[in-house]
């Protein structure tokens, strides 16, 4: 069964118009992520939660943001999409607060801008 | 800053080969962490292994091993006897010692797509 489950699995947006992808987890896990993978790169991190403590990487722009109203679930919000956000978006999660524990991945959201 | 290099950015083989995918990392941390992890058509990436590094034992899983040299920052994944399934990208990744802080936060490669043909 998934234990870390992104919806939709493919979402087309037109330029400029937010969108949101979503992504639940039934590990309970303190830690979730948001990696953006372009095409034929890494995953790069966007921003991730520690339990409800918000972490933006130096580099990611404005335009992403992130909520996360429970433990379960975390969104990521794209204000006003350009060509060059399609990618495929990955969440992820991992346990506690040290670097030694595996992040567990969902199956990504392509995103397609049009 | 961290740094993950794969320089292999593609390799193809026949089936029943084995296959070396070369990494090398960089890194300050004393303390750090090694992943590989394998991202098939599906686009999940699946988790593969872990080593710290303090670890520098070679280990094995099945048809998979890997080789963690400090000496020379490199954390080498073989398959060997490839089947199609092998077919897939494969991620390195390093994370350093983060107690401090929150998270996992990992430093992907480049990626190495490994193409098995029957």
């Known amino acids: 069964d998934a234990m870390v489950i992104q919806n939709p699995r493919y979402q087309v947006t037109q330029f400029g118009k937010p969108v949101t992808l979503s992504c639940s987890q039934t590990l309970n896990h303190n830690v979730m992520y948001w990696y953006q993978q372009k095409s034929s790169q890494a995953p790069k991190l966007l921003f991730h939660?520690?339990?409800?403590?918000?972490?933006n990487e130096a580099d990611t722009p404005d335009n992403f943001q992130s909520r996360r109203p429970n433990t379960s679930f975390c969104f990521l919000d794209i204000r006003s999409p350009g060509l060059g956000d399609a990618a495929m978006y990955l969440c992820?999660?991992?346990?506690?607060?040290?670097?030694?524990?595996?992040?567990?991945f969902g199956q990504g959201t392509r995103l397609t801008v049009v | 800053a961290q740094k993950v290099t794969q320089a292999q950015t593609e390799i193809s083989v026949v089936e029943k080969e084995d296959v070396t995918l070369d990494c090398v990392y960089e890194?300050?941390?004393?303390?750090?962490?090694l992943f590989w992890y394998k991202q098939p058509p599906s686009g999940e990436l699946v988790f593969l292994i872990r080593?710290?590094?303090?670890?520098?034992q070679n280990e094995i899983s099945g048809r998979y091993s890997w080789n963690f040299q400090k000496s020379t920052s490199s954390f080498n994944f073989t398959i060997t006897a490839s089947q199609v399934v092998d077919s897939a990208v494969y991620f390195c990744a390093l994370s350093e010692d983060m107690i401090k802080a929150a998270g996992n936060k990992l430093t992907f490669g480049g990626g190495t797509r490994v193409l098995v043909k029957p």
């Open positions: 890194t300050r941390d004393t303390t750090y962490y």
């Open positions: 939660y520690y339990d409800k403590d918000f972490n």
């Open positions: 080593r710290n590094s303090f670890d520098e």
């Open positions: 992820a999660t991992s346990r506690g607060q040290v670097a030694n524990t595996e992040a567990f």
